[in-house]
């Protein structure tokens, strides 16, 4: 049974509110943190521990932490994306309904560590019911001496207020989070500067993800030294992942970055394997910006071992046959599952949500939509195959944010991988159109 550092106690009754949270541990990384650790010492524990992000692009929290800026008299700040939109991933969800007072904590601890007085958590709209949990916990935190003033005698300040996203995917990019809470439409802005120099109001700002916020209270209460001998290398701790598609039993898990691919789709202690034993076929390991992978690549190496859920592993060769760990959304496809339909729902997805701003993104997505649409629907030509690739070339690199490149991928990743189901889709056009018959909205 691998080792549970933030949802060892989400089966306890009540775990959602103060009294039960405190009388099983919780608050104890705080006061830890407050009464006998400086700012500084905080943050050298959690370079220590070597946790990446886990929003995504798994930087090291860290060492994000050390490019804040802190320039004299200059408020600072700290927020954390909850704006989980990303296809397949539900896991940060699950923390704060099921665990408020940890991400809380975490946030208290990390604010102290930072020096921000003022931290946000921007939640996306369409997690609607959330906000009153949190907004609840805030106040129950409050209550008991661990949000406001002097708290818990330590000297430090701290306020915390929720913001609701109004359903935009592209506010989930920390820029484009910025703006929008700043009361702006939320259109990403150009790095460098980063948020650590210039963020939120145009001060020094840590935009950390939510279950990256919450490991700071187990990170605290081991030590970062004890946390970075779980898992294997450079992918140290333990990681919530969402599975979800064609699996017995989808849910989110929290896994120690050192069991295989296999073991994860497969055994009883997570996903159960494949229901009514029907073949893997493909696997969408990190959210849908992540490129889309085979089974036989995705449970082994080129050379030869099992793939491991970590970073390195689930990358290891590049976009071309490995992919990455990404949000941990994880989403499985049987033998039966159209890679090119499947494609075309995300090429849907990110040119509806694209902001617009730059014309690679803007265009191509919804280029890529209608080619893809075409080939589904059994209106392509083979020359559309080699359209697609053109197109998602010309995007990839050439956007301001990373969602043109999370628009491109999983299109390189489908052609790459599965070219003969985009061929068949041409050379059986009656069939094609028949299978779509009844779903013509895609
Ligand atoms: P990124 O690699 O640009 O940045 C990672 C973080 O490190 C950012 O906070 C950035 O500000 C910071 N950083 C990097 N270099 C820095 C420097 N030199 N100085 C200061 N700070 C620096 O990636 P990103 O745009 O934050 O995230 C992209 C990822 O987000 C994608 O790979 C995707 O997996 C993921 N994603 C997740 C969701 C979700 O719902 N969880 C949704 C969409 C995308
Ligand atoms: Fe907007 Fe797309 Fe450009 Fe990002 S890549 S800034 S979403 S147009």
Redesign the pocket.
């Known amino acids: 049974m691998g080792r549970k550092l933030l949802l060892d106690k989400a089966h306890i009754e009540g775990i959602r509110y103060y009294d039960v949270y405190r009388k099983n541990g919780g608050y104890a990384a705080a006061e830890k943190a407050l009464k006998s650790m400086s700012p500084d010492q905080v943050t050298e524990e959690v370079k220590k521990s070597g946790m990446r ?7 090291p929290t860290g060492l ?1 932490w050390s ?1 804040l800026a802190k320039p004299e008299g200059v408020p600072r700040y700290l927020v954390c ?1 909850a ?4 296809p397949g ?1 539900f896991k ?1 969800r699950y923390l704060m309904e099921f665990l408020p007072h940890l991400l809380i904590e975490g946030l208290l601890i990390s604010s102290f560590a930072l020096g921000a007085n003022t931290t946000y958590i921007y939640i ?1 709209g369409e997690y609607a019911w959330i906000p009153d949990i949190l907004e609840e916990a805030i106040a129950e935190a409050h209550k008991n001496g661990w949000l406001g003033k002097n708290i818990q005698g330590s000297g430090f300040d701290l306020n915390i207020y929720v913001q609701r996203g109004a359903g935009a ?1 592209i506010c ?4 484009a989070l910025i703006e929008s809470l700043e009361g702006k439409r939320g259109t990403p802005r150009i ?2 500067p ?4 210039k963020g939120l109001y145009q001060c020094p700002t ?4 939510v279950e990256t916020l919450a490991a700071i209270v187990p990170i605290i209460n081991i030590g970062g030294d004890e946390y970075a001998k779980i898992g294997i290398g450079k992918s140290a701790g333990t990681k919530l992942i969402s599975a979800c598609g064609n699996l017995n039993k989808p849910g989110v898990y929290e896994i120690e970055m050192n069991i295989s691919v296999e073991e994860f789709i497969y055994s009883d202690e997570y996903c159960g394997g494949i229901p009514n034993g029907k073949r893997l076929k493909a696997c969408i390991p ?5 490129p889309i992978v085979p089974a036989n690549l995705l449970l082994t190496t080129a050379k030869g071992e099992k793939r491991m859920m970590t970073y390195e592993s689930l990358n290891d060769g590049g976009f071309a046959t490995g992919t ?1 760990m ?2 941990g ?1 994880f989403i499985v496809l049987d033998e039966d599952q159209c890679v090119v339909r499947h494609t075309l729902s995300l090429a849907r997805f990110y040119h509806h949500e694209s902001c617009g701003q730059c014309s690679p993104c803007r265009e191509g997505t919804g280029w890529m939509e209608k080619v893809l649409k075409n080939i589904e629907h059994g209106k392509g030509k083979m020359s559309d195959i080699d359209l697609l690739w053109d197109i998602q070339r010309k995007i990839e690199g050439n956007t301001i ?3 043109g ?2 628009a491109a991928w999983p299109v390189a990743a489908a052609i790459r991988h599965f070219r003969d189901e985009f061929e068949w889709h041409v050379l059986h056009p009656d069939e094609a159109q028949r299978r779509n018959f009844g779903l013509a909205h895609y």
């Open positions: 992000g886990r929003g995504g692009a798994g930087f994000k490019f994306n704006d989980e939109s990303e991933t940060d996306r995917y989930g990019e920390e820029t790095k460098p980063f948020p650590a120099v840590v935009v950390n993800n990190g959210g849908s910006s992540v990455m990404g949000s959304g944010c990373p969602l490149d999370a």
